[in-house]
DNA sequence: TAGATTGTTAATCGATTAACAATC
DNA sequence: TAGATTGTTAATCGATTAACAATC
């Protein structure tokens, strides 16, 4: 196994690597040891092609002519996202969607932690889930030097989300991931993520409009 | 404004639109009557070129010399997307996820209606929100032809999504939106989006641990 | 008219698919 | 060894960027 420097993969290689690293889980639950990348591509609808280029991009992960060791691979999948590292998440806002990210069951299959969460309503402060407490947004900077908050998410109102970008960014953080519906600014080594709900809604309706000429014949 | 006939533009192309809808929206509510590409595409972090690409794909909707009329862009793109049209949505699970995207106020702005919620939990049951009352599963087939569902929203546990997604699908729903962390196996003309919120997350991961390679100089 | 801005064609860049030598 | 499967190179396909003629 020889792993490339540094290796620049594409966003849609990155994009894929999540899904195999829980492929990769869920075939060791299995008891499966050995995996070829036609079985890793029939379960997850990736061809098996499209796998070993975006392996490649990273490295030698298999053995030719026997597969891949679903441990070794998805250890090193890992460690390509940086999964085996202890990432701090945050969430400003605990109106109906922070409430319910907060409470997202699956975040810890990746290995992410919740350790802080923030909210304007006073009414709310003091209120736990999971052990972690809410706090008011004047403890931000506070609060996420000393959780050591790596990624937050932003599930507030659009009128306030620049601005609580602008107060995570100045407190440290350098990862953002924003449900609001309005354009970020971020300097250069902030990663930023959208999550857009309804946009990605909209794309549905467009599909199901064209879908006779969407349609596969 | 020449309509081309079902052209048939990319997937990039397509989630490009709703974000230039919900711009073109905001223009028109601070009174904008002309904009152009420069200015829609500085708004939303887009060139300018791109934009007028994607739009070629569907027609001529400028004036040369000038730029667009922003009610009528947005009324053509609306109607790209089959915003025009009334789209039934239904929620299967109520967990936290599903009780947020149920009270979620964004789906409006793109005209989306919440029109079922379905619950295996027999407490939930009856249960309102926004007058929609929460329904048994053993009722999704009736409720979703009452209510001319067209849409599903799929929140349930990965274990039982792909009998959700049967059953609706029997029942004439022919989009799907999934947020199980699981590929689910749907006819050609079926429509499915994929919201993966791990994998998402941990393709910030990827970019925070990569972060000097990836930066811009 | 002159300046501005679109719509489209051509050039470039990037990602996927196909093919196959290497090798377990 | 023979069969299987990887890793990689080449070919294709698709999307973005650049350039510019058309025209308001």
Known sequence: MLLKKMMLASRATVDRLPIYYRSLKEAMQEGIEIISSEELGRRIGVTPEQIRKDLSSFGEFGKKGVGYYVSELKRN??????????????????GHLGWALAHY????????????????????????????????????AEVVAREQIHIAIVAVPSE??????????AAGVHGIWNFAPVKLVV????SIVNADLSAELATISYQLVHRDATQKV
Not at 109 to 137: H, N, R, S, T, Y
Not at 160 to 169: F, H, K, S, W
Not at 187 to 190: E, G, L, M, R, T
């Open 77 to 94: 999948i890992g460690e390509i996202l940086g999964l085996h590292k202890q990432w701090n998440i945050a969430i400003v806002g605990t």
């Open 105 to 140: 069951r699956n975040f810890s299959e990746m290995g992410f932690l919740i350790k802080a969460l923030f909210d304007v309503d006073p009414a709310k402060q003091g209120l736990e889930i999971d052990g972690v407490a809410i706090e008011p947004i004047n403890k931000l």
């Open 160 to 169: 306030v989300a620049q601005e609580m970008t602008n107060a995570l960014i």
């Open 187 to 190: 300097p250069d080594n902030v």
